[in-house]
């Protein structure tokens, strides 16, 4: 057995795992459950937000790998499947190479269209609008301010815009849209519609996986998963702030 084609295997899934916004314990987990599949001896793995450490031993013989992770999203598809992968590798008998190929096909699988990510991101947000209490009107131009910001997060996502700016940039633009249509008269409640649209940034998943993580004793991911939902917070509001002062100073008012 090739103890170093195994520690790439291993470390390209708790990679993918990490870029798909998986919790650190199911990073680690799924790579020992890799690494015990092939019966080495004994695993250690360390995981942070931002990078992975694994150890194997076999055969008296220390293997290490280190990981740097520069980038972090949200694809729970991914995380299912390396998930369901890691619990069947021994009892399917998979090889090394077998495994490296189905996480290679996994992490290439093409996600949804742009239009289907932009179409739902936008019914989220027409969603949302009418949980808040907000009338037909209201959720159609959520509809379009879910839209845009969208559409501004692919783009500069696609451009590797840093995320605070991302998330600044597309939240000023919801709140331009959501000015605009206040301006026309196209909805009943700014704030409805406003607070629909930014909902699509609310980081949701980094909230959650800070608790789990703080919870499972992971201690500095917990922290360093909640400073960056802290920072994206921040982000939204100095968007919305930007564009309000920008808007009342050339204006007068809203």
């Given at each position: ?20 916004g998986?919790?650190?314990?199911r990073?680690?987990?799924?790579m020992?459950k890799?690494?015990q ?7 250690q793995?360390f995981v ?5 450490m ?9 293997y ?8 972090r ?22 090889k ?5 190929e ?6 290439q699988?093409?996600?949804y ?10 019914l989220?947000a027409?969603g949302?609008?009418?949980f ?7 959720a159609?131009?959520a509809?379009?301010?879910?839209f845009?910001i969208k559409?501004?997060a692919?783009g500069?996502?696609r451009?590797n815009?840093n995320a605070?700016?991302q998330?600044?940039?597309a939240a000023g633009?919801?709140a331009f ?14 704030d409805t ?7 699509l940034?609310?980081?949701g998943?980094?909230?959650t996986?800070?608790?789990?993580d703080?919870?499972a004793?992971?201690?500095v991911?917990g922290?360093?998963r909640g400073?960056?939902a802290?920072l994206?917070?921040?982000a939204?509001?100095v968007g ?7 808007w009342?100073?050339?204006t007068g008012?809203?």
């Amino acid at each position: 057995m090739d103890c170093n084609e195994l520690l790439n295997v291993a470390g390209y899934a708790g990679k993918i795992l990490l870029e798909s916004g998986a919790e650190v314990y199911r990073c680690e987990e799924t790579m020992v459950k890799i690494a015990q599949s092939f019966d080495v001896d004994e695993v250690q793995a360390f995981v942070m937000t931002t990078g992975i450490m694994l150890s194997i031993t076999h055969d008296q013989q220390n293997y290490t790998k280190i990981l740097r992770i520069q980038k972090r999203g949200v694809d729970l598809h991914k995380i299912d499947s390396i998930n369901e992968l890691s619990r069947t590798i021994k009892t399917k008998q998979y090889k090394i190479g077998d495994v490296m190929e189905l996480l290679k096909q996994l992490d290439q699988e093409p996600r949804y269209s742009l239009f289907v990510t932009l179409f739902f991101s936008a019914l989220s947000a027409f969603g949302f609008a009418l949980f808040f209490q907000g009338n037909l009107l209201d959720a159609f131009c959520a509809f379009i301010v879910g839209f845009c910001i969208k559409l501004t997060a692919v783009g500069m996502e696609r451009n590797n815009v840093n995320a605070f700016f991302q998330n600044a940039i597309a939240a000023g633009v919801g709140a331009f849209i959501t000015l605009l249509c206040v301006q026309l008269s196209a909805c009943n409640s700014m704030d409805t519609v406003m607070i629909s649209g930014m909902m699509l940034l609310v980081p949701g998943l980094a909230i959650t996986n800070a608790i789990r993580d703080t919870v499972a004793g992971d201690y500095v991911s917990g922290l360093s998963r909640g400073a960056e939902a802290f920072l994206t917070a921040i982000a939204i509001a100095v968007g919305i702030g930007a564009v309000l002062a920008i808007w009342m100073n050339v204006t007068g008012g809203i």
